[in-house]
């Protein structure tokens, strides 16, 4: 319940952010990059250490109806250090958020997150997909979440 709640305020406040910008406003692109550093726990119980680049690329468009979308994506690209084994691991791990808001001030947005790791024979995976549409009255009428892990 806690995840949902937080993913709510996420989507109202991307929705109210996106619906701010101006109606006239050209298609913008900026990239940046920088190293990044987590711990994230896996399936087995394992904690594990990741560290690598970090690509962020945003883009806003203002629609032809109206309407104004952005994506962002994050992706990073290193190696996970499993801190009770010591086996480490290669892969990428990606976020992608896409919204888009009606000229009334509705919209959907869509959340995609995933991550492929791999060490020899082993392999740890994880993805997220979350897709709200939100009414102009601010009703929530459409909610979908799948998660898949290990």
């Known amino acids: 319940m806690r995840r949902h709640a937080l993913l709510l305020m996420i989507v109202v406040l991307g929705v109210v952010g996106a619906s701010a910008a101006p109606v006239g406003a050209q298609a913008a692109t900026t990239v940046r990059s920088f190293p990044q550093e987590f711990v994230t726990p896996i399936c087995n119980g394992d904690v594990l250490q990741m560290s690598g680049t970090l690509v962020n690329e945003e883009t806003s468009t203002a629609l032809h109806s109206g309407g104004f979308l952005f994506r962002e994506q994050f992706q990073l690209q290193g190696t996970a250090t499993d801190l009770t084994t010591g086996t480490v691991f290669h892969g990428t ?46 009703t929530t009428t459409v909610v979908f979440e799948n998660v898949s892990a290990c």
Do not use: K, Q, W
């Not at 896409?98 to 082993?122: D, K, M, Q, S, Y």
């Open 93 to 138: 791990t990606f976020f992608r958020d896409l919204e888009i808001t009606t000229p009334a001030g509705g919209g959907v947005v869509t959340f995609t997150n995933g991550t492929r790791l791999v060490a020899g024979g082993e392999s740890v995976r994880f993805t997220y997909l979350a897709h709200f549409t939100v009414t102009p009255d601010g």
